[in-house]
């Protein structure tokens, strides 16, 4: 039997669920000011109301999903944010949805979002180049081979 997670068993609930405007139609998007007149009470709304704001900006991902429409009491356009509701809640960093950093998954999660390295999987990366690298080349000297007898005058000099 398949169970629904309990991260969307939240969006059920939201204030905003089943609710038409949210995601404008194209015509809108085009001008700001008409996005603005139609949208801006649901942004208002979406401050005012919703608890879940954070956690549906961590959802929507807008800058990553290039998002039109309203999300976390602000609008996007192109992922872009374009207003903000009074007293919209401020927008955490978001969570990597690369996987494990710190390991080559985690490496190649970012890589495959194309997102920068975080610290962890910078290190990791650059233990890998090493790695794949190889040993360095050590130049090692000839060896010398014992001189059988110095000069007279030179033997004079060191003595």
Not at 74 to 99: C, D, F, H, S
């Amino acid at each position: 039997m398949i169970t629904p997670t309990t991260s969307a068993a939240w969006t059920e609930n939201a204030p905003c669920a089943g609710l038409d405007g949210y995601i404008p139609d194209e015509s809108l998007v085009r001008s700001e000011g008409k996005l603005l007149a139609a949208c801006g009470s649901l942004m208002q709304d979406c401050a005012d109301r919703c608890p879940f704001a954070v956690r549906c900006y961590d959802l929507v991902r807008p800058k990553e999903s290039r998002f039109d429409g309203v999300c976390a009491a602000r609008i996007w356009v192109n992922g872009k944010q374009v207003a903000a509701a009074e007293g919209a809640p401020p927008l955490p960093r978001l969570r990597t949805r690369a996987g494990s950093c710190g390991t080559s998954s985690g490496v190649a999660g970012h890589r495959r979002l194309d997102e920068p390295l975080c610290g962890d999987c910078r290190v990791t990366a650059q233990r890998a180049e090493v790695r794949r690298a190889g040993a360095a080349s050590i130049r090692k000297r000839s060896t010398r081979k014992p001189q059988a007898s110095a000069p007279a005058g030179l033997a004079a000099a060191r003595a």
